[in-house]
């Protein structure tokens, strides 16, 4: 697995060994031990979550401001922009984002550590996205970051989508603004 810190070094992007032939492809998507090696932790995962989104659907910016979810994210069918955006105020990287391109064919998975926002936009027709969680959704502690506020300026790149415009639910067509939003201490 290579491992690669990204501009906030607590998110990385993560390459798996893919062996290949004319039968296929076989790889290790998730090893408890490296994986604990690469973020220098043991991380305990409690729930897997599947998505299936067509092109243009933007999902975002989640986070629960109470039992903060680590998410270890993947897309095992088409191509999305995926972002983190730092929420931790002790962090020298708060207020900033990071994204990566994951595809099918570059089977590359994020990690998004715990006192992140997250949210990733669909490019392709459809998309299939799978993310480990290390603690439970809890609805209650849910919190949604605007995807287009113009102080953390996330370079989304809908010039992919044409004409089209994001579609968002309703919950996240109403996410407040970065200066608005519980933080993370």
């Known amino acids: 697995m290579i491992a690669t810190h990204l501009k906030i070094p607590d998110v990385i992007l993560l390459e798996p060994k893919v062996f290949e032939d004319e039968r296929g492809f076989f790889m290790e998507s998730f090893n408890r031990y490296e994986f604990g090696e690469i973020v220098g932790r043991d991380v305990d995962f409690v729930q897997d979550n599947h998505s299936r989104s067509t092109k243009g659907v933007l999902r975002g910016l989640h986070y629960q401001i109470r039992q903060p979810q680590g998410k270890l ?8 922009f995926d972002v983190a955006v730092d929420l ?4 020298a990287s708060f207020g900033q984002w990071v994204g990566a391109l994951l595809t099918e064919e570059n089977k590359r998975q994020l990690w998004v550590p715990e006192g992140f926002a997250h949210g990733f936009l669909v490019l392709s027709e459809t998309a299939d ?5 290390t603690d439970y959704y809890a609805s209650q ?4 970051l605007s995807w287009n506020d113009p102080t953390i300026a996330i370079d989304w790149p809908l010039a992919l989508l044409g004409k089209m415009a994001p579609r968002l639910s309703a919950k996240d067509g109403q996410g407040l603004p970065f200066q608005s939003i519980e933080s993370y201490p």
């Open 141 to 144: 502690h849910e919190r949604c």
């Open 88 to 91: 931790r105020r002790s962090s």
């Open 73 to 80: 994210v993947r897309v095992v069918k088409g191509m999305v």
């Open 129 to 133: 996205f799978l993310y480990k969680t």
